[in-house]
């Protein structure tokens, strides 16, 4: 069998593969696997584990620092861990090694070019070209697409994309934070409109300082991170360098429909297995990337490589994390009708209603919704943005609304 990408959910679809003793051919449309990086590596506890390794991890964050439009700060810290800084690039080739010492054939350079056809019994034929302008063509009895936000695969497949994506620009940028052990977030629809910024420090005297925005602004994301570099440097009274390197991405918002189909598994940003409220998908993407082994190897047992073989793929990811993407949607939702007065009032309530308490002990960068619910039930005065979120609510349509409480 085939994976198309080897980032975090495609070389972890390829190691659970290749240790239940398949034959799986790992591709990279690049040179080098976790060359360019793709995102800022925060994580949680939970990517460790599923990783099996923690040698990535270049610093840990134990609180987060939230500027509102005004520069107004809400700050909370834990004695304990919250979550890790990873070399994003150690992170994804540590694990596609763990793939190659499974079995895992691994290929940088070849790049999915398309899906040729089908053998007599139905097995797709994928075409590559390589980095050194030669073309491959390999037969598989499950093709799993790993290949990112523009997913060639699906395209191939036809299976529909995500419902939004976000233009993103990151850079790393020597600059220390005031905290060294916290994030910073900034709110506001001049620097962030449709999700937020943020600056992570990786413990080395270097940040990561980004930003991601909805695409309808008229403006790049380019353009806004020079807004937020401006706003920073405001606060800290110098200049934020040039950056050392630069990140552009586009991050997937909402559900493919399908991530399942004949012969073929979508897994992590192609099947837009990321989180509405941050944007992150690491954990996600490699965690649905295990129950996609787990499907795929049931259902070649059973010589079921079909699309109502494989469907219980689907089922079982959302199980797991369905309603929390739902929840998550819905919150993002909410969170786009809110003006800057909204979030200057918001970080008020926060600090004023002695919430942060709830913050520190229940906060959890991979499950947001459940500290949202324990602050809506602490905080009555929340109850003034009631209107915007059933707005939301009837604005979001019926799939993807969640139940409400």
């Known amino acids: 069998m085939v994976v198309v990408g080897a980032g975090p959910a495609g070389s972890t679809a390829a190691y659970h593969l290749a240790r239940r003793g398949h034959s799986v051919l790992l591709t990279e449309e690049h040179r080098r696997v976790g060359f360019p990086v793709q995102c800022a590596g925060l994580v949680s506890a939970r990517v460790l584990r599923l990783a099996g390794t923690d040698r990535m991890v270049r610093h840990v964050i134990r609180g987060a620092n939230i500027f509102s439009p005004s520069l107004r700060r809400l700050s909370f810290s834990a004695p304990e861990p919250r979550a890790y800084v990873l070399s994003r690039s150690g992170l994804d080739q540590a694990l596609a090694e763990r793939a190659a010492r499974a079995g895992a054939q691994v290929e940088p350079g070849w790049k999915f070019t398309g899906l040729k056809g089908r053998t007599s019994s139905g097995r797709p034929r994928l075409t590559f070209r390589t980095v050194d302008g030669e073309d491959r063509e390999v037969e598989a009895r499950l093709v799993v697409g790993a290949d990112g936000v523009t997913s060639a695969v699906a395209r191939a497949f036809r299976l529909r994309r995500p419902l939004e994506i976000l233009p993103a620009f990151e850079a790393e940028v020597p600059w220390d ?40 602004t008229g403006r790049t994301a380019r353009d806004y991170y020079r807004a937020l570099t401006g706003q920073m440097a405001r606060r800290a009274g110098r200049p934020v360098p040039p ?94 009708r809110l003006s800057d007065e909204d979030f200057e009032r918001l970080l008020d309530l926060l600090d004023e209603e002695g919430l942060l308490s709830s913050i520190i002990a229940l906060g959890d960068i991979d499950f947001p919704t459940v500290t949202a619910r324990q602050l809506l039930r602490q905080s009555p005065a929340l109850v003034r943005y009631f209107p915007k979120a059933l707005g939301a609510w009837f604005r979001s349509g019926s799939p993807l609304a969640p139940v409400l409480d």
Not at 189 to 213: E, H, N, Q, T, Y
């Open 177 to 216: 934070g005031a905290e060294p052990d916290q994030v910073e977030v900034y709110l506001g629809r001049a620097l962030a409109p449709g999700l937020f910024g943020w600056s992570v420090p990786d413990g080395g005297g270097l940040s990561r300082i980004g930003v991601a925005v909805r695409a309808d």
């Open 243 to 336: 950056p050392v390197e630069v990140v552009v991405a586009g991050i997937p918002i909402g559900e493919v429909p399908r991530t399942e189909g004949d012969h073929v598994l979508l897994v992590g940003d192609a099947a837009g297995q990321v989180k509405p409220l941050s944007g992150g998908g690491i954990y996600t993407g490699m965690r649905a990337a295990e129950i996609a082994a787990e499907v795929a190897h049931e259902a070649l047992a059973r010589g079921e490589a079909l699309g109502p073989g494989l469907q219980e793929y689907g089922v079982r990811w959302r199980q797991e994390l369905g309603e929390e993407f739902r929840r998550a949607w819905f919150l993002r939702r909410l969170f786009l």
